[in-house]
C-alpha cells in the first residue's frame, strides 16, 4: 500500500483480524466490537499522519492493544518471565480430542490463560507476525514475548485439553 | 540437544515455519525423526496448535460490524489539520462560506427550537473544528469561560461519566454557544452545545426530549436558564442510556 489509503479498503481489509484479536483479548463481543470501532476511529484522526502507510496493518493492532490495556488501567503488573524459567513446565501433552475443539472451545481456553500471555498467544495464532513484530506490537522486549508465548502456549494447550466451565457465557455465532 | 531441549525449540516454532531452516530447530527436528517419544510429543504439539490457530481464525465476525465503522467515520474530522500552515487559507474562505451560507439559510428571525436544534446538527455535519483538544473537562470550561461562553453547564450524571476530547465555540443570534465533545466507545463523538436560553424562542421542558434530525439523534433540554442539546450517531435509543 502506497500513498493516501483508502479507508473502506482499509476496514475490508483488517476489521475482521482485528476483532478476532479483540475478542482473544476482551472474550465479549460488545467490547471487541467497539474496540475495532474505536481502533478505526482514532485512524481517521490520526492514522493519516503515517508516513509509511504500509505499516498500517501493525499501527491498527498496536493501537487496539493500547486501547485495550488503557481500558483495563493497566490493573495487572504484567510480570517478566525468562525461558529458562518456563522450560521446566513445558507441556507433555495428554491425549485429547482436538477434533472436537471450535472456537468457542478455544476461545474459552484462551480467556483462562494469563492476562499477560493472551495477546502474544493471539498474535501468534491469528496472524503470521514474526517474533518481532509481535514484540513491537505489544511494546515488549524480543525475549519477553517469547517467554511469554512459550508460558501461554503451554497455559493454553491445558486448558484446551482440560477445559473446565467457563467463567463467562461467549455470544453465539451471528 | 537433550529432548527438553527439543521440545523448548519445537514449542516456540512458528505454526507451519518449522521447515528446518533454523539449524537448532532442524536439529531438534531431526532428534524427534529418531526419538519415538519426542516424535510422539511434537506430533501432539503440531494438532494442538493448528487447533488453536484453526479455532482463533474462526471466530464469526458481527455482520454489521464493517458498515458501522464506516458509517460512524462519516462524524471524524481530524483536529490537527491546522498543523498546515497551507490549509490556513482555505479554511478561512470555507468558513466565510458557511458563515454566508447560514446566515442566508436562516434569517434572524428564526430563533426557535428546531432552527437552533438543526444549526447545531449541520455545524456538526458540515464541518467542525475543536477550539481546544483536552481530555480535562477543567480546561474545557476554563476555554470556553475565557470566550465568554457558557461554562457553568451541569451535565446529567451517566454522561458526566464520558471522558471528554475537547470543545469550542459557535455562535448563535449574537450569542455564544458552548460545545463540549465527548468519546464515546459506541458511538463515537458526541457533541454537547450550551446556550442561553434567551437566546432561543420557545423553551424545551427541563425532562430530556429526543428527536432525529438528519443523521444525528439528538436530545434538548432546559436546565438553570441554558438549553442543552446533546447530538450524536446511533440514534435516540444510544442517547438514552445517559439519561
Known amino acids: 500500500m502506497g500513498g493516501e489509503l483508502d479507508f473502506e479498503r482499509l476496514v475490508d481489509t483488517h476489521h475482521a483480524p482485528l476483532y478476532r ?66 522450560a521446566t513446565e513445558l507441556p507433555d501433552g495428554p491425549p485429547i480430542s482436538i477434533e472436537s475443539l471450535d472456537w468457542s472451545a478455544v476461545l474459552r481456553a484462551l480467556e483462562q490463560v494469563d492476562d499477560t500471555f493472551q495477546a502474544p498467544v493471539a498474535l501468534f495464532y491469528l496472524e503470521d507476525y ?14 519477553t514475548v517469547k517467554s511469554r508465548i512459550a508460558r501461554g502456549i503451554q497455559q493454553l494447550q491445558r486448558m484446551m485439553s482440560d477445559p473446565g466451565p467457563s467463567p463467562r457465557q461467549l455470544p453465539n455465532p451471528p | 540437544m537433550t529432548t527438553h531441549e527439543a521440545r523448548e525449540i519445537l514449542l516456540l516454532a512458528q505454526p507451519g515455519r518449522e521447515d528446518g531452516s533454523d539449524p537448532r530447530v532442524a536439529e531438534a527436528l531431526s532428534l524427534a525423526g529418531r526419538d519415538p517419544a519426542l516424535r510422539e510429543w511434537l506430533e501432539r504439539q503440531r494438532a494442538l496448535q493448528a487447533a488453536a490457530r484453526r479455532g482463533l481464525r474462526d471466530i464469526p465476525v458481527p455482520s454489521g460490524l464493517r458498515d458501522k465503522i464506516l458509517a460512524s467515520r462519516n462524524l471524524v474530522r481530524p483536529v490537527a489539520w491546522w498543523r498546515h500552515p497551507v490549509l490556513w487559507s482555505a479554511a478561512a474562505l470555507l468558513m466565510a462560506l458557511l458563515g454566508a451560507g447560514l446566515w442566508l439559510s436562516d434569517s ?63 455562535s448563535w443570534q449574537g ?69
Open chain 1, 130 to 143: 514474526s517474533y518481532h513484530e509481535i514484540a513491537g506490537i505489544l511494546d515488549v522486549p524480543l525475549g
Open chain 2, 108 to 170: 434572524p428571525d428564526k430563533n426557535d427550537l428546531d432552527t437552533f436544534r438543526g444549526r447545531m446538527v449541520r455545524a456538526v455535519l458540515r464541518q467542525y473544528t475543536m477550539d481546544i483538544t483536552t481530555n480535562d473537562m477543567s480546561q474545557v470550561r476554563a476555554f470556553l469561560s475565557s470566550k465568554n461562553a457558557p461554562a457553568d453547564y451541569t451535565l446529567p450524571e451517566k454522561l458526566g461519566r464520558l471522558p471528554v476530547s475537547g470543545g469550542g465555540v459557535l
Open chain 2, 175 to 243: 450569542q455564544k454557544v458552548s460545545m463540549v465533545c465527548f468519546d464515546s466507545l459506541r458511538q463515537g463523538t458526541l457533541f454537547l452545545f450550551v446556550v442561553d436560553a434567551t437566546s432561543v424562542g420557545g423553551s424545551p421542558g427541563v425532562s430530556p426530549e429526543f428527536q432525529q434530525v438528519n443523521k444525528l439523534g439528538t436530545v434538548i433540554w432546559n436546565a438553570n436558564g441554558r438549553i442543552y442539546v446533546l447530538a450524536g450517531t446511533g440514534g435516540q435509543a444510544a442517547l438514552r442510556q445517559y439519561f
Open chain 1, 21 to 86: 484479536f479483540a475478542m482473544s483479548l476482551c472474550h465479549d463481543e460488545d467490547e471487541a466490537s467497539e474496540l475495532v470501532q474505536e481502533t478505526f476511529l482514532t485512524w481517521a484522526t490520526k492514522g493519516h499522519q503515517l508516513n509509511d502507510t504500509a505499516k498500517a496493518r501493525s499501527w491498527l493492532f498496536t493501537t487496539l492493544h493500547r486501547d485495550f490495556l488503557g481500558k483495563r488501567r493497566r490493573r495487572t503488573r504484567f510480570p517478566h518471565h525468562e525461558l529458562e524459567a518456563v
